[in-house]
């Protein structure tokens, strides 16, 4: 089992996704690699803190590989979109890959480069080892599975019925 954290906007999205896709074990919202401890969404929300809304994923390395989970995000975020994914802006809302494992970032390096030539634009996601990370509140898990009409700037028409799983618990 390895491990990942990526951000890509508001992080309802970004986990409800992932939670459906192949090999990903677990999903966590929270807030990662800012500057305070024991962080609330209301003082994330103000910029002023450093973290990134973010999703923490625990995935089986030999069902789906790290590129592929960057496949993915890349899918549903635009990287070339500076503190910005749909109506969510603010640098808490930046697109992100923090790695754990430092033999994760010459992948996600590389992948971008490759990623590069195919736009027009630069593209901007952050690549940081993971610093921290909290978990977001309660009412923030799984949020999109318990309010259906929830706002969210990810079409989840993007992921494929064979890259498709049964959803995963938060962990």
């Given amino acids: 089992m390895k491990k990942i954290v990526l951000a890509g906007g508001c992080f309802w999205g970004v986990e409800a996704y992932f939670k459906r896709v192949k090999g990903i074990l677990s999903t966590k919202s929270g807030y990662a690699n800012g500057k305070t401890e024991k962080i609330t969404y209301k003082e994330v929300c103000t910029g002023k803190t450093g973290h990134v809304e973010a999703c923490y994923l625990e995935y089986d390395e030999k069902i789906i590989s790290l590129r592929m989970i960057l496949n993915h995000l890349f899918r549903i975020i635009d990287p070339t979109s500076l503190n910005k994914q749909g109506g969510d802006i603010g640098t808490q809302y930046r697109s992100g890959v923090y790695y754990i494992e430092t033999e994760d970032r010459e992948v996600v390096e590389q992948y971008i ?3 590069s030539r195919s736009y027009s634009k630069s593209i901007v996601i952050e690549v940081k080892k993971l610093e921290n990370f909290y978990d977001a509140e309660e009412f923030h ?7 259906p009409s929830g706002y969210c700037h990810i079409n989840f028409s993007l992921l494929k019925d064979e890259e498709r799983q049964e959803p995963v618990k938060k962990k």
């Fill in 113 to 115: 480069e490759d990623q």
């Fill in 141 to 147: 898990q799984e949020y999109l599975e318990k309010n």
